[in-house]
């Protein structure tokens, strides 16, 4: 079993930015992270994933270049960095964990999702 908590979430101006924090408890070896997210009356979508090891990173085109993925295993922590975040960024976000250690871009691939930390940015 693995226990999922995100956090950083927050309302926030146009062009800042928030880090969100994905604190990991359990079996969490060998796991991909992703990023997740749903807007009100959207489905949800693929944001960003990290491999175990952190060498592969994938970003949804709509983040890449102002959102970066990152992890501290010794933490088991996994770190969402959004810079420059637009309204459309406004969304419930969600880490999830798949018990293998390559990223998948489908959220039925994950195993284990948190509770959700609300990113609101105003215009």
């Known amino acids: 079993q693995v226990r999922l908590v995100e956090s950083g979430g927050g309302l926030v101006s146009a062009g800042g930015s928030l880090r969100l924090s994905c604190a990991a408890a359990?079996?969490?070896?060998?796991?991909?992270t992703g990023w997740f997210r749903q807007a009100p009356g959207k489905e949800r979508e693929f944001v960003a994933g990290?491999?175990?090891?952190?060498?592969?990173?994938y970003y949804a085109e709509s983040v890449k270049g102002r959102f970066t993925i990152s992890r501290d295993n010794a933490k088991n922590t996994v770190y969402l960095q959004m810079n420059s975040l637009k309204p459309e960024d406004t969304a419930v976000y969600y880490c999830?964990?798949?018990?293998?250690?390559?990223?998948?871009?489908?959220?039925?691939?994950?195993?284990?999702w948190g509770q959700g930390t609300q990113v609101t940015v105003s215009s």
């Open positions: 359990g079996r969490t070896f060998s796991a991909a």
């Open positions: 990290i491999s175990w090891f952190g060498d592969d990173t």
């Open positions: 999830a964990f798949r018990g293998y250690m390559y990223v998948s871009r489908r959220g039925a691939d994950y195993d284990y």
